[in-house]
């Protein structure tokens, strides 16, 4: 079996999962506890418009998909805090208006989009050495940002009243986290993809609240959960020729089970 890794496209699913599950770990802690899953959904659909715009201007998809996504969040959190219109709202005008700008380019783009399903709902066997490189600097910015930010992050998290009050810029630390939860979306594209991101963004750290309320607690056993549930998708895909993306989940929505039934026990005791 381990005669497998001799393969550059498997060390390659490896290493993916590895920095795919650092990022979601991490922003995801940050989604369960402010709450922002029905958002994040938002965003990561939206992504698809950055896919479609990629492929029409010949660029990389998920190079596309980064700018897209990120405008997109900027967008929602400005209209949200400026404009005073309800998240809901704006949430499901972007997911439809992601989506709807991703199938018009494509669909106008000449020629065939041979890897579309991919980015939709993921394979991580199949992430080139590029893209490797590239979710390793997401994954850099990503942990830089929270770890000079971190007080002022959790601040703004917990208690944006709170955080105001102790003149922090809450309106500015919103819009970073909306654009770190941004790239990290883009990040799990190539794992899981566009439709089954939000699953690996919050399933482990909602698992993680279950059995403490420190955030740094929180991001750590994310961080191991999500590496747990992508090594375990990947060797499992590879090994039952089934899709990594949707196993990657399914393992993780079965701990995820288990965490409930094991909490529920807990307080029946």
């Given at each position: ?5 001799g393969?550059?496209?498997f060390?390659?699913a ?5 920095l795919?599950?650092i ?5 995801g802690?940050y ?7 029905a958002i994040s ?7 698809f418009?950055?896919i479609g ?8 998809p998920?190079a596309g998909a980064?700018l897209f996504?990120?405008?997109?969040a ?13 998240i ?6 972007v997911?439809?208006a992601?989506m709807?700008?991703g199938?018009l380019?494509?669909?106008?783009t000449?020629?065939?989009a ?6 939709l709902f993921?394979?991580i066997?199949?992430?080139p050495?590029?893209?490797i490189?590239?979710m390793?600097?997401l994954?850099a910015?990503?942990l830089l940002?929270v770890a000079?930010?971190?007080q ?12 105001a009050?102790m ?7 919103v819009?970073l986290l ?6 990290t ?15 690996l963004l ?5 698992i993680s ?6 955030l740094?607690?929180m991001m750590?056993?994310?961080?191991f959960?999500g590496?747990?549930f992508?090594m ?7 090994l ?5 993306g949707?196993?990657?989940i ?8 288990a965490?409930l039934v094991?909490?529920h026990?807990?307080r029946?005791?």
């Amino acid at each position: 079996m381990l005669s497998v890794l001799g393969y550059e496209f498997f060390r390659n699913a490896l290493i993916a999962g590895l920095l795919a599950s650092i990022a979601c770990g991490v922003i995801g802690t940050y989604v369960v506890v402010k709450r922002m899953v029905a958002i994040s959904g938002g965003i990561s659909h939206a992504a698809f418009g950055g896919i479609g715009l990629g492929y029409y201007l010949g660029i990389d998809p998920i190079a596309g998909a980064v700018l897209f996504t990120v405008g997109a969040a900027l967008g929602m959190g400005m209209l949200q805090f400026r404009a005073r219109q309800q998240i809901d709202t704006l949430i499901g005008a972007v997911w439809a208006a992601g989506m709807a700008i991703g199938v018009l380019f494509v669909s106008i783009t000449p020629g065939f989009a041979p890897d579309l399903f991919s980015y939709l709902f993921g394979n991580i066997l199949l992430v080139p050495a590029g893209d490797i490189r590239l979710m390793a600097l997401l994954a850099a910015v990503i942990l830089l940002v929270v770890a000079v930010l971190y007080q002022e992050l959790l601040a703004a998290t917990f208690d944006e009243e709170y955080a105001a009050i102790m003149n922090l810029p809450v309106e500015r630390l919103v819009l970073l986290l909306l654009a770190l939860i941004a790239l990290t979306v883009v990040m799990l594209i190539r794992v899981v993809g566009i439709i089954l991101v939000i699953a690996l963004l919050t399933l482990p750290a909602a698992i993680s609240r279950q059995y403490t309320s420190r955030l740094k607690a929180m991001m750590l056993i994310s961080v191991f959960l999500g590496i747990a549930f992508t090594m375990g998708g990947i060797w499992l895909s590879y090994l039952l020729d089934i899709p990594s993306g949707a196993t990657i989940i399914l393992i993780g929505s079965a701990a995820y089970a288990a965490s409930l039934v094991h909490t529920h026990m807990g307080r029946i005791r």
